[in-house]
């Protein structure tokens, strides 16, 4: 009986973990390259992501061989970071509404990894997962790497009402399509 219920916590365990590393190092440099590169002109010069439910909040697509090269590096073993789902630089303001509790939804068919790495935070904001005996909490810092299945665990963020944080929002594939990038700098 005691192995059954057992396996039966370590089953759920599993389903519903929430993967978390840290690379503040990769992060700053990160950072760093998408600041110097105007990055943050042409976030600045885009609209917010209001029409998608996320006032206080704007993204754009990030199609960069140092990117995709440092990304890399922090892929864990086995896994690359997706060329079919460009990563995305996200700037979430003071006033933003954050995300509401969801799972993430299948973008691309087979199995992989959404991940969001922290590259600058001065936010209240967390992150939140739903965990067998009830809710966690993150308070994602510099480096913080979260690594989520599509469809898996129920998440959100919460509002920001002080600050803002900056985040990459990538893929990880266990399929690797087309060669390996590297470092431009």
């Known amino acids: 009986m005691r192995i059954l219920v057992f396996l ?13 590393k840290s690379y503040p190092v990769e992060a700053q440099a990160l950072h760093a390259y998408l600041i110097e590169g105007s990055k943050q002109d042409e976030l600045r010069d885009t609209e917010s992501d209001s029409k998608l439910g996320q006032p206080g909040r704007k993204s754009i697509q990030i199609h960069d061989p140092y990117v995709y090269d440092m990304l890399g590096r922090i892929a864990p073993r086995g896994y690359w970071v997706s060329r079919e789902v460009p990563p995305e630089y996200r700037v979430y303001f003071t006033g933003s509404s954050g995300m509401a509790w969801h799972r993430d939804q299948r973008i691309l068919d087979g199995d ?15 992150f939140e997962h739903k965990a067998l005996f009830g809710t966690r909490s993150i308070r994602p810092r510099v480096g913080t790497l979260v690594m989520v299945k599509p469809g898996g665990i129920y998440h959100r963020v919460t509002p920001v009402t002080t600050g803002s944080r900056e985040i990459l929002k990538f893929v990880l594939s266990p399929h690797h399509i087309g060669p390996p990038t590297y470092a431009a700098r």
């Open 8 to 20: 039966i916590l370590l089953f759920f365990t599993l389903l519903t973990n929430t993967n978390v």
């Open 112 to 126: 992989y990894l959404e991940a969001v790495l922290t590259l600058h935070n001065t936010s209240d904001s967390e």
